[in-house]
């Protein structure tokens, strides 16, 4: 009994050692772009200057993402489907793992082509 637990122990070391390993070959190897290249974009629009006067963001004018403010100048995407507005960098970082808006977790990637 102790001799089939110490063999799935060592399988299961051996596979999480697999798996990191080659994790951290595809980081080095792949441009970052390309490591990301089997998800499907998002259809984020180019960031604007965030200005109080002349705001289309949803709902209260700070970043849900880094839970700071917006301030006048900052550079935001505002999303499309949702029209919730973050910190350029901080939403380009969000959608690197998830797809998303992280205010309301409306979807925002685009659908797939029909075939």
């Known amino acids: 009994m102790a001799s089939i637990l110490v063999v799935l122990v060592c399988v299961a070391a051996l596979s999480f050692a697999l798996h990191a390993a080659f994790r951290l ?3 080095r190897c792949l441009p970052r ?32 993402i880094c ?3 917006l301030a006048e100048g900052d550079r935001v995407h505002v999303l499309p489907a949702c029209s919730h507005g973050f910190h350029a960098q901080c939403v380009e970082t969000w959608f ?9 977790r409306t979807e925002c990637r685009p659908p797939p082509p029909e075939p």
């Open 25 to 27: 070959l595809r980081r």
């Open 33 to 64: 772009s390309a490591a990301h290249a089997d998800k499907p974009g998002t259809l984020l629009p180019e960031p604007v200057v965030f200005s109080v006067r002349a705001t289309a963001v949803a709902g209260a004018p700070e970043c849900a």
């Open 67 to 69: 839970l700071a403010e």
């Open 96 to 104: 690197a793992g998830r797809s998303s808006c992280p205010t309301c």
